[in-house]
């Protein structure tokens, strides 16, 4: 039995030690070391520290769609190729798994394809998320899902927190997918296409906050964007990053703001506040905004652009 492991990031790497420890892995596929901070250090990818740590052989292509890359792969004769967080994979590389390619995806699918499903999930104000295990297809996040989890989304919980949620439930239905497979267990269900949702990539640049959202929404989508790109505004011409929020009653106009009785509200499209809990000002550390009040000396009132 060969089960061939593709991933990226932290979220990918308890999901290969749970396969390896239950069925052993031959491969490990990532990505080529990056240059990282001032001094441009090459530093590898968090699947593949797990796999050095794991003793396993790790295979880092510049090219998925090269031939050397298929011929590697295709001499590993891989029974199952599982794919977490990784790059998109070509068909002909997909198709090397006697028994099935299958994706884990941060979402309840066919709710949230994307790169980005965990952070929509809570900008939109979701209750519930998951994992979704899927056999891999030529079109992204739509192929026949194989198994699902699901987790509650607390009104306080942040992208990163939801993140952390996740990762064990995705290696639990890794582990259970691949068992699946092996026994020829696994009862393929199509997608429902009509009831399916985008997630794109966030970026910095629009992750601005709109206050001509509701309340509610403008903390949902600070939460949403929490650890990153991080939500912000404008402020005297410095980007001032907001990292949360909570509701307040008072009432201002949209994107009016006021310091007032040790507070920094911010006005919302249906005239209720949110009070900004926890920011950053360009240049300056992350602080609470007690804190940074207390040594604030400019004016109590004025209009977000931004």
């Given amino acids: ?123 939109n104000g979701e209750k519930e998320s998951g994992v979704t295990s899927f056999l891999l297809n030529n079109k992204v996040d739509t192929g026949k899902i194989l198994l699902k989890r699901s987790c509650e989304i607390s009104d306080s919980m942040t992208a990163g927190e939801l993140y952390n949620s996740l990762m064990p439930l995705a290696a639990e239905i890794a582990v259970e997918t691949c068992g699946l497979l092996l026994d020829g267990k696994a009862v393929p269900i199509p997608q429902d296409d009509s009831i399916a949702t985008p997630a794109p990539k966030l970026f910095r640049e629009n992750c601005a906050i709109d206050w001509s959202k509701t309340a509610s929404e403008v903390r949902n989508f600070v939460r949403g964007v929490n650890p990153a790109p991080i939500a912000w505004v404008l402020w005297d011409n410095k980007r001032l990053k907001i990292y949360s929020v909570e509701i307040d009653n008072r009432k201002l106009p949209s994107g009016i703001w006021r310091i007032e009785q040790g507070k920094f509200i911010v006005g919302c499209g249906d005239e209720t506040c949110v009070s900004l809990i926890e920011i950053q000002h360009e240049g300056k550390p992350k602080m609470n905004v007690e804190v940074f009040l207390r040594g604030y000396r400019g004016s109590v009132e004025g209009h977000f652009l931004v």
């Fill in 1 to 123: 039995m060969n089960i061939i492991f593709m991933g990226t990031p932290e979220f990918a790497a308890p999901s290969l030690r749970a396969i390896h420890q239950q069925f052993g892995v031959s491969a490990v596929v990532t990505i080529p070391d990056k240059p990282q901070g001032r001094g441009l250090k090459l530093t590898p990818s968090a699947v593949k520290i797990a796999a050095l740590e794991l003793g396993l052989p790790v295979l880092q292509p510049e090219s998925l769609k090269s031939e050397e890359f298929r011929s590697e792969i295709e001499s590993l004769r891989p029974d199952i190729i599982v794919v977490i967080a990784f790059r998109i994979l070509p068909s002909a590389i997909y198709t090397l798994a006697s028994l099935g390619a299958f994706n884990i995806h941060g979402s309840l699918l066919p709710k949230y394809r994307g790169a980005a499903p965990i952070n929509w999930a809570i900008i």
